[in-house]
């Protein structure tokens, strides 16, 4: 691999702004920063504050996108994640991502050793407080107005437009992807599964993140009295829906790729009283893939099994595909460059993966090539104030994305 | 058999009366009569208003009982139900059993042909809206003032006390049992399920009324990311509860009785979340039998499969009882009175049965004799406004009624 100037980040700047974005809405070890709080509203201020000394112009537009513009000359990348958290959760989930961006930017930025510049941007609710990856959907151009007026916090229900109002950002103009200036997007995030930590490695180089396909499957019955009523002749959606579920469980591994996840998070029996055979049964289920055909598949044996079920009776059985996403492919140069710099600054102790998870870096995927870096999570654990990622695992990180940043705006890899 | 004095009712009458009550909280083709609610109050003055035509001096008392009482020489019998109804139900539930006994007294004892006296009661609150067979419970000195002060309608919150004062019953003194007044209890009452139907029978005998066993399950597991945890690693309640649940109605089967019931009525997965995996599942699971042997042997069962689940693994499984009465035996005498009277009355279309619902009827059988009669319920449907018997059922239940009750009033059967 040709050479390039490769820049060193300095490991206590990053751990030391991570933790004060830790203190702002502090929660037990966590965060409990959800979109448009007061806590989330001062680390996007802090952020803005933070970025002209990374040789950027900070801008907080009118879907409270935080972005830090480079008036240096050469390539431009665009790095980032997001600032608010979960209900009380993680300090690092988010955060971690913003501020590997905000110091990749520091060192090149304001360093004429370096090509071009990293520019940065925290883009707002990717949690989803308001809606669906609505900032970074906002800067590629995918969100009207009109949907704005109508979003309100899942959690108390405050119109968003209320909550930008209250935060200063009402009425501001949003910012959206200027064509052709950047040459991607990398973000960077903690694994949130314990796959690296499993195996003894320290950088995840994201290949895809998976699509996600939710369903709805209700279950008709009939409503009836659990005490005269004999076995015999009830139809009981809630035994349906337990007879389905369970089969799934058996019949499922025949048809998954080696990390295919499956999940039902909801099972809801009406009338649900103790003494009532329910009539009716909703389940909330969902598999996650990153292969298209993989994806396919277990829709497929999801409708055969449910249809097997449906014809034995005595319940019908209606599957409805809620959400059915495509999986976001990870630029292959944005790969190797992670790749690379990992074999300098870690040992090699990377691995190509999928994310599980969702990120604003799929969102961005669709209009310019992009790349995600994962560090490991302890424990596999996330979405609560528990999360945690040795500063070890930190600072490596944070060398790996700033070496690869470097590469690719020097033309390397 | 010797012979006694059979009474003839007036089966016109008692279709009048029940469309009377039908008419109070009319709700499509049923009633929506909470307790305590302005038509189940209407219902309970016009029953006081009706009992001195039945030879009855009626009183309401302090927990909202209608109470007739005879000053008739001979024995007595008390009969009756209750007048209030679930939400949104049928009009037969309850008020069957009350015009039932109205009827008989009717015709017992005001005729000097007939020896003693039907009394009349309608107890408050079978239904449950503000406990468990409150009314009954208080006629047999069950109830202590104290709960009946913290008493609140399960539907609206309203405090009972504050309903009997509406009412205008409030500081009433509560009527309790007089000991050996009574010769026993009879209740008449809708089948509530299809067994009459379905072998075309017109009277059920029932010979002891189910015991019901309600339990809480509690399966703990760790509550994680749906996306980024991967399967092998999961410990997810929601699996385990499905799994658990998927086992019972296999092994069930093997241990049940002729007429065991076992219901899952609720079934809640925490946080019930589409993209979390759930950490908790609470299942609310009830069986029901009337005879000791098979419950026991059904908890032991349930117990079993738990603990081969939680030590199968990955989740640890409670098993909480919340609930275990006994059943209670209807008097054998009181039930060879309603089969001698349905050979004459109903062509011997009767049958001995369990009772699968509870009913006032346990209550007083636990002080003195009891005996239940049932109709057929159309289709078996039960606490739903579709709820129905046909006209010649009523009337010839009613027929069966009375006459079983001048048989044991004469000391024949």
């Not at 349906?240 to 499956?262: E, H, N, T, Y």
Request: charged share 20%; with cysteine.
């Amino acid at each position: 691999m040709p050479t390039f100037a490769d820049p060193k980040i300095d490991g206590a700047r990053v751990i030391a702004d991570l933790t004060t974005l830790r203190r702002m809405g502090a929660f037990k070890t966590g965060v409990h920063k959800p979109t448009l709080s007061p806590p989330h509203v001062q680390s996007l201020e802090w952020l803005a504050e933070a970025l002209p000394g990374a040789g950027l112009t900070p801008t907080i537009d009118g879907i409270a996108n935080v972005l830090g513009v480079s008036s240096k000359n050469g390539p431009k990348l665009l790095a980032g994640s997001h600032l608010e958290s979960q209900n009380e959760a993680g300090w690092l989930d988010g955060p971690l991502g913003v501020i590997y961006a905000l110091e990749a930017a520091r060192v090149i930025n304001t360093n004429p050793d370096f090509a071009g510049a990293v520019e940065v941007a925290a883009w707002c609710d990717e949690e989803g407080h308001f809606g669906n990856f609505l900032g970074s959907a906002s800067y590629v151009g995918d969100i009207k107005d009109a949907e704005l007026d109508k979003a309100t916090d899942r959690t108390d229900g405050r119109r968003l437009r209320d909550a930008l109002a209250a935060a200063g950002y009402g009425g501001r103009p949003r910012v959206v992807v200027e064509k052709g200036r950047h040459i991607g997007y990398l973000e960077a995030h903690i694994e949130q599964g314990d796959w690296l930590e499993a195996n003894a490695l320290q950088i995840g180089v994201v290949r895809s993140i998976v699509a996600i396909w939710q369903f709805k499957i209700v279950i008709d019955g009939m409503q009836n009295h659990a005490g005269t009523t004999r076995m015999a002749i009830r139809r009981d959606a809630g035994l349906a829906a337990v007879k389905l579920l369970a089969d799934i469980d058996q019949q499922f591994p025949k048809a998954i790729g080696p990390r295919s996840v499956w999940t039902t998070g909801r099972i809801t029996l009406e009338p649900g009283a103790p003494s009532i055979i329910p009539g009716r049964a909703e389940i909330l289920f969902q598999f996650r893939d990153d292969d298209p055909v993989v994806l396919d598949r277990l829709e497929a044996l999801l409708r055969e099994i449910a249809a097997k079920h449906a014809k034995a009776g005595p319940c019908p059985i209606d599957v409805i595909k809620l959400r059915g996403s495509t999986p976001a492919r990870m630029d292959e140069r944005f790969q190797a460059a992670f790749e690379n710099a990992a074999k300098v600054h870690a040992g090699g102790r990377s691995v190509r993966m999928p994310s599980g998870a969702g990120h604003d870096a799929q969102v961005l995927a669709a209009v310019i090539p992009a790349g995600m870096l994962f560090v490991p999570s302890i424990g596999g654990i996330s979405h609560h104030w528990t999360e945690n990622t040795s500063d070890a695992d930190i600072i490596a990180g944070a060398q790996v994305f700033a070496s690869a940043c470097a590469a690719l705006l020097a033309g390397v890899g």
